[in-house]
T-cell receptor, first 115, second 115 residues
Framework: AQSVAQPEDQVNVAEGNPLTVKCTYS??????LFWYVQYPNRGLQFLLK??????LVKGSYGFEAEFNKSQTSFHLKKPSALVSDSALYFC?????????????FGAGTRLFVKA | GAGVSQSPSNKVTEKGKDVELRCDPI?????LYWYRQSLGQGLEFLIY????????KSGLPSDRFSAERTGGSVSTLTIQRTQQEDSAVYLC?????????????FGSGTRLTVV
């Protein structure tokens, strides 16, 4: 079975500081990994994905994520946070080999960026 | 259409009534997904369609929930005899085929409140 854990309900960071939102996953086979963002009163938006290849993937709005197979992690990062990055972030996984077409989402991490 | 459209955006219903939620995916997207987002919870997978077939309906919470898709396009999620625990935001998403490692495009959701 596949699962995703986002260990932090909330992350607080000052504007201009680097940010990290953590995600770990569990799959039987190889993973497709995703990050989505949900801004207030707006729908979920796709941010970035890891399929294969380079472990560091870059996405929208200056975000990036690093796939670490040995630690089964896919943490979201940004070198310099903006107040406008404040939102709810979801990590998601699909098992490439056995998970069919079902993507499992984490519980979400709320990011607050203070000016 | 340009995006995934869901209707209604808000629905308040009395306990015990039936409701229908509609999803109009992006034109040409063969894969369609329903998720549920409860307050403080992550996204809970409900059902996945490939064309008009539903190869995975493992997430439907009970037999009060059903979904169909017609013409490989519009999908309807029906909840019979609604209960207060059904209150949530119901999200629909679509993707080109479902099997590729792409992100989903989500609609804005239907906020269902059962009183």
């Amino acid at each position: 079975a596949q699962s995703v854990a986002q260990p932090e309900d909330q992350v607080n960071v000052a504007e201009g500081n680097p940010l990290t939102v953590k995600c770990t996953y569990s799959v039987s086979g190889n993973p497709y990994l995703f990050w989505y963002v949900q801004y207030p009163n707006r729908g979920l938006q796709f941010l970035l994905k890891y399929i294969t290849g380079d472990n560091l993937v870059k996405g929208s709005y200056g975000f990036e994520a690093e796939f670490n197979k040995s630690q089964t992690s896919f943490h979201l990062k940004k070198p310099s946070a903006l107040v406008s990055d404040s939102a709810l972030y979801f990590c998601a996984v699909r098992d490439k080999d056995t998970g069919g077409f079902k993507t499992i989402f984490g519980a979400g991490t709320r990011l607050f960026v203070k000016a | 259409g340009a995006g995934v459209s869901q209707s209604p955006s808000n629905k308040v219903t009395e306990k015990g009534k039936d409701v229908e939620l509609r999803c109009d995916p992006i034109s040409g997207h063969t894969a369609l997904y329903w998720y549920r987002q409860s307050l403080g919870q992550g996204l809970e997978f409900l059902i996945y369609f490939q064309g008009n077939s539903a190869p995975d309906k493992s997430g439907l919470p009970s037999d009060r929930f059903s979904a169909e898709r017609t013409g490989g396009s519009v999908s309807t999620l029906t909840i019979q005899r609604t209960q207060q625990e059904d209150s949530a935001v119901y999200l629909c998403a679509s993707s080109v085929t479902g099997g590729e490692g792409r992100g989903y495009t989500f609609g804005s959701g239907t906020r269902l409140t059962v009183v």
